[in-house]
């Protein structure tokens, strides 16, 4: 009669803050790996709710977590305040020859039927990228205090390294200050609302003539370094 040792296999589960920070880092390969036709913004508005909601979404549930999708008295004051502090940025960088060659990324026009589609879907865009960078990545892991406001940035600005010079300078400033405003705010909305209504802002003001002439522009930020 033999006598067989019986041994109990224990899985133990991660903790939220580091399953989050795991998957953050995975998500940000996907996503680079996931390539999609420049001119197709409905195949980019797949790729990143696929990569930015869904995925973080589902660790979220399966943790009884949350990602910073929450809305009060705070949030909306805060929200209200970070979109009348960046709209100033879209305006002036309206001007700027590199940004105006850049933009719109997806094709549009100035016609309201074509226009407002195309600036929900961009909203729609914008909101994903906020639930990923400034949800998954700062609000959804803020028992880790301030600190993680600057866990995304890096990951921000090598996503846009495409982008105009001017926009890779400001990309993780701007990653940050979302960050430090939603953590504040233990919610992503003031980031989601200033990033997508930034975005069709800028497309719009682009398909129309500057409204800060660009030669003004021009010499008011001729001592920064890189191509305007």
Not at 54 to 82: C, E, I, K, M
Not at 130 to 138: A, I, M, Q, S
Not at 155 to 172: I, Q, T
Request: glycine share 6%; net charge positive; charged share 15%.
């Amino acid at each position: 009669m033999t006598r067989e040792d019986s041994y109990e296999v224990r899985v133990v589960r991660p903790s939220w803050v580091r399953a989050s920070l795991l998957l953050g880092a995975g998500l940000a390969v996907v996503w680079s790996l996931w390539t999609v036709p420049p001119a197709r913004l409905d195949a980019r508005l797949v790729r990143d709710v696929v990569v930015f909601i869904a995925a973080p979404s589902l660790l979220a549930f399966a943790y009884g977590r949350g990602l910073g999708w929450r809305v009060d008295r705070r949030t909306l004051r805060n929200t209200v305040a970070l979109a009348a502090f960046v709209v100033p940025f879209y305006v002036v960088g309206s001007s700027l020859p590199t940004i105006r060659a850049y933009y719109p990324m997806w094709e549009t026009g100035t016609a309201l039927a074509a226009f407002l589609p195309h600036a929900v879907a961009q909203f729609v865009v914008a909101a994903a990228a906020e639930t990923y960078y400034r949800g998954l990545l700062c609000v959804g892991v803020r028992e880790m205090g301030f600190k993680s406001v600057f866990i995304s940035p890096v990951v921000y600005a090598l996503h846009h390294v495409h982008k105009p010079p001017v926009e890779l300078l400001l990309a993780a400033p701007t990653d940050v200050l979302f960050g430090a405003v939603d953590y504040r705010s233990e919610s992503v909305l003031p980031s989601v609302v200033a990033h997508g209504i930034g975005l069709a802002l800028l497309d719009w003001l682009v398909l129309h003539p500057p409204l800060v002439p660009t030669a003004t522009v021009m010499r008011a930020l001729s001592w920064l370094p890189i191509p305007l």
